[in-house]
């Protein structure tokens, strides 16, 4: 799996304290996927101990493009 970040992805992932093998958890094992707006794809992943996290992102054939990283639910 190739996964390239967004600068905004990145940016947001240092301010709020989450790996890239978090996101590639969350691409490849998922509690919860979803599609969002303009069609972009959703995954929501928990991390015990520190919550939910939702990765927006758009796939092409077998690439993915990060776009943002959000803690859905903090615990």
Known sequence: ??????????????????????VRLALTTPDKSDI????????????IGKGTIKVVYLKVKDKF????VIWHHKE
């Open 1 to 22: 799996m190739r996964v390239f970040f967004t600068d905004h992805a990145r940016a947001r992932m240092v301010l709020r304290k989450v790996s890239v093998g978090m």
């Open 36 to 47: 969002g707006r303009q069609g972009k794809l959703i995954v929501f992943r928990k991390f």
């Open 65 to 68: 493009l990060i776009i943002s």
